[in-house]
């Protein structure tokens, strides 16, 4: 893999493999950590750089932008998995997809935002991964909320290092 690509990119060569998949879900899902942020942290451990000055607004930013725009939409897409009775199935099953692509468009939004905070990253004197486990856990701190990064990181490096 080579992540010298542009985020979404790099993002999107990781999402494809189940095992990060999996514990980037489990992240979001049972701890409320934001995978785009997460994914942030390790393009840019991967590229030879830690946030910096930048891990405070992305941050904030990836925590809003959950709360209020993609965390609705996510909520909506998978409520319509299941449509209430006496809705005609196929129109939630329509639904179901404007949800999806609008969930992927703010995924993509958010990326462009943190991309763009990669201006002020500054270079890391350490290895790819323990500058990416410093990068989650200083992004965690600033949200005010502890995480356990080690499945996920475990699933991207060991995709990072077959590739």
């Known amino acids: ?5 542009d ?3 790099f993002s999107n060569s990781l999402w494809r493999y189940e095992s990060v998949k999996a514990a980037a879900l489990s992240l979001q899902d049972e701890q409320g950590f934001d995978v785009n942020l ?3 942290c390790v393009w840019l451990a991967m ?3 830690a946030p910096g000055r930048a891990l405070e607004p992305a941050a904030m930013f990836s925590k809003a932008w959950a709360k209020d725009v993609t ?3 996510r909520r909506a897409r998978r409520a319509l998995k299941t449509p209430p009775d006496g809705l005609d199935p196929k129109a939630c099953a329509a639904l179901r997809r404007q949800a999806m692509e609008a969930e992927l468009d703010a995924e993509r939004l958010q990326q462009e935002y943190l991309e763009a905070l990669a201006k002020d990253a500054v270079p890391a004197g350490a290895s790819s991964r323990k ?3 410093l990068s989650l856990a200083a992004a965690a701190e600033a949200q005010r909320m502890e995480g356990d990064f080690a499945a996920f990181l475990d699933a991207v490096f060991r995709v990072a290092e077959s590739v």
């Open 38 to 40: 997460a994914f942030w």
């Open 1 to 5: 893999m080579n992540p010298r690509t």
């Open 47 to 49: 590229n030879g750089r």
């Open 71 to 73: 965390g609705p939409l």
């Open 131 to 133: 500058v990416a486990t």
């Open 7 to 9: 985020f979404w990119t």
